[in-house]
Structure formats: structure tokens, C-alpha cells
């Protein structure tokens, strides 16, 4: 079965608009736990908009699941994680005030410095898994940097989905196959949802765990919280 790390930017975005605390983030993760939830996903940016770097201490001591911390490995970042010690970082490039994750690594570009930072992590023992588009030579160059697994960015996949393209897929089947080859695990997150998870999961070979924030959050709203999670599960089974 593949695992379900529920994302909670988007209950910290709320909170945030109104000051306070409320929704209480570290209620709403151990709920998501305790309706069977698998893992606990937190992105902080720079400019704390929604998750704050208090929020990824915090969550420290409320998390029993899997501990999942993504982001930008610019120097803040890398000391929270140092501190906060995850299961797994995982690693995004975003820009400075992207409003979300738009591209995955150029893994051969990015390889020494990549290499670098995941030393550091695995060093401290944290899981580390690299955000990445499904090219091929992009899994290549994943595997160099010594990576214990890649993140699928499946924004293409969930688009061409919605058009009624089922060929979307394709690429995302042919990188986890190669994934598979070179002994990395594989994630996978962005704009997945409960439409499109079952198809996805189907045709992904080895996949290991999603990453689900926007769509699970606002499927919430209609159908609430302890239902979506476990219309996921199901669907991930």
C-alpha cells in the first residue's frame, strides 16, 4: 500500500488570515493521524505565509507517523532541519515568493550542490528525497547525488488528466520504472486528488508515498476531514 502524508500548509494559511489559533495546526495533525493518516507533510517558505518555523518545531512533538519537511535548501532552511531531525526533507527549488512549487531539480546542473546537502542530511540521519520532474536523464542525474529517493512532480500528469488524456501518465510510468532500476524510492505530490490518486497509483510501479495538501484539504470542506483520509487510503490500497 502506498502511504498517505497529508500536506497542512492550507490549515496554517487559514489560521494566518485571521490571527490566533485557529484551526490549531497541532490538533488538526494528530487528528490526521488518528483517522489513519500516515504521514505528516509541512512546507515552510521563507516568508513564513503559511507555516511558520515554529509550527516545524512544534509539530516535532505531535508527529508519530512519518515526518515529511519540504523546502528550499537555503541556510534557514537546512539549520531547521538540522533541528527539527524528520524522517525525510524533502528538497524543492522554489523561488523566492512562488506562490507554489512550479519545476522539479535540474539534477545535473544542481549536482554538486545537491550532493552536498544530502550528505549533510543522511549524515544526520533524515530521509532525503529530491523534487523532481519524470525525465529520464533527470532520475539519472537523481541517483549521482545520492538521493534515498525522488518526489514525482505530478502537476503535468493532474492536468492532462482533468483534459481527459489518459497518455499523460507515460512519462511518470517510464521514470518510475527507472527509478526502480537505479534503486530509488519513489514519491510523488502536486495537484493530485481523489479524482485522479487511484489512476496514478495504478500505473506508478513501486510507489512508496503521496504528498496531498490543496486538493485533500478542500475536498474536506465538502466532505470532511475524517472521510477524505480515508478515501485515500482506499484508494491507495
Not at 182 to 194: E, K, P
Request: hydrophobic share 40%; glycine share 8%; aromatic share 6%.
Amino acid at each position: 500500500m502506498t502511504k498517505l502524508s497529508v500536506n497542512i500548509n492550507k490549515i496554517a494559511t487559514l489560521r494566518n488570515a485571521r490571527g490566533g489559533n485557529v484551526p490549531d495546526l497541532l490538533k488538526v495533525a494528530a487528528d490526521i493521524q488518528k483517522f489513519g493518516g500516515q504521514g505528516i507533510t509541512i512546507h515552510p517558505r521563507p516568508d513564513e505565509r503559511h507555516i511558520r518555523y515554529q509550527d516545524a518545531r512544534d509539530l516535532k512533538a505531535i508527529v508519530t507517523t512519518e515526518y515529511n519537511i519540504e523546502g528550499n535548501p537555503q541556510h534557514n532552511f537546512i539549520d531547521l532541519v538540522l533541528e527539527c531531525k524528520p524522517d525525510q526533507v524533502t528538497l524543492v527549488p522554489d523561488a523566492i515568493g512562488a506562490i507554489t512549487s512550479s519545476a522539479g531539480w535540474d539534477t545535473i546542473k544542481n549536482q554538486e550542490y545537491l550532493t552536498e546537502v544530502i550528505q549533510e542530511f543522511q549524515r544526520n540521519g533524515i530521509r532525503t528525497s529530491i523534487f523532481v520532474d519524470p525525465v529520464l536523464e533527470i532520475i539519472e542525474g537523481a541517483k549521482k547525488t545520492g538521493t534515498d529517493r525522488i518526489e514525482l512532480y505530478t502537476e503535468a500528469f493532474a492536468h492532462q488528466y482533468d483534459l481527459g488524456n489518459k497518455n499523460g501518465i507515460e512519462p511518470y510510468t517510464k521514470a518510475a520504472e527507472l527509478a526502480n532500476e537505479l534503486g530509488l524510492g519513489i514519491n510523488a505530490g502536486h495537484d493530485l486528488s481523489l479524482d485522479n490518486i487511484q489512476f496514478f497509483k495504478q500505473n506508478i510501479p513501486g510507489l512508496l508515498e503521496v504528498s496531498i495538501g490543496h486538493a485533500l484539504i478542500s475536498e474536506a470542506l465538502y466532505l470532511g476531514l475524517d472521510n477524505v483520509v480515508n478515501m485515500y487510503l482506499n484508494k491507495l490500497k
